[in-house]
């Protein structure tokens, strides 16, 4: 079985504008989960989605959004990109929702903002 | 306010010998430790797990040791391996906040033959 998978690998973005990033989770998990790991610091919290419903937000900005759709892939969006939205963002997905479920994650998207 | 804290950036070990790897936390509504290791370019893969109602879990070389009243808990790795050098993190959740995880900055292990 193939593993979380993310799109695109690398992406190099200019301040201001807007990015899109995506991730298909494990066959047949339900829940995904988004992180931001900052050079130096741990991943941290973003998003979290379970049967296409929004069940946790981190402490981020409203220029970060992000949805699931109905094959339970997900997509992180990120407006008004600023020099600080540079980092690896991580997708992990698991089958319910609680964190006792073991969380796979992706090799995640590393954004760089110019 | 950093909620979990791995206060050792990086920790050098010789083949066959322990590593011992530290975190501590502040929040007491955590009721689930986790260890996850890092290799570059690849994404957290899950090591190990503790529920705050034990305070040893063990697999294989892997021993993760929670210490409640004191906020505390280690993973031990008997006996190190070249292969496990790596990062690692330790994070934690409240029950309550889902998936949701709370990590530390994490702690870069080289083992050395």
């Known amino acids: 079985d193939a593993g979380v998978t993310q799109s695109p690998t690398h992406l190099i973005k200019t301040r201001g504008q807007q990015v899109t990033l995506r991730c298909s989770p494990i066959s047949g998990h339900k829940s995904v989960s988004w992180y931001q790991q900052v050079l130096g610091q741990g991943p941290q919290f973003i998003f979290q989605y379970y049967e296409k419903e929004e069940r946790g937000r981190g402490n981020f900005p409203d220029r970060f959004s992000a949805r699931q759709f109905p094959n339970y892939s997900s997509e992180l969006n990120v407006n008004a990109l600023l020099l600080g939205d540079s980092a690896l963002y991580l997708c992990?997905?698991?089958?319910?929702?609680?964190?006792?479920?073991?969380?796979?994650f992706g090799p995640g998207t590393r954004l760089t903002v110019l | 306010d950093q909620q979990v804290k791995q206060n050792s950036p990086s920790l050098s070990v010789q083949e066959g010998r322990i590593s011992i790897l530290n975190c501590d936390y502040t929040n007491s509504m955590f009721d689930y430790f986790l260890w996850y290791k890092k290799y570059p370019a690849e994404g957290p893969t899950f090591l190990i797990s503790i529920s705050s109602i034990k305070d040893k879990n063990e697999d294989g070389r892997f021993t993760v040791f929670l210490n409640k009243s004191a906020k505390h808990l280690s993973l031990h790795i008997v006996p190190s391996q070249p292969g496990d050098s790596a990062v690692y993190f330790c994070a934690a959740s409240d029950n309550q906040a889902g998936t949701a995880l709370i990590f530390g900055k994490g702690t870069t292990l080289s083992v050395s033959s």
């Open positions: 992990a997905s698991s089958f319910e929702w609680t964190a006792h479920n073991e969380q796979f």
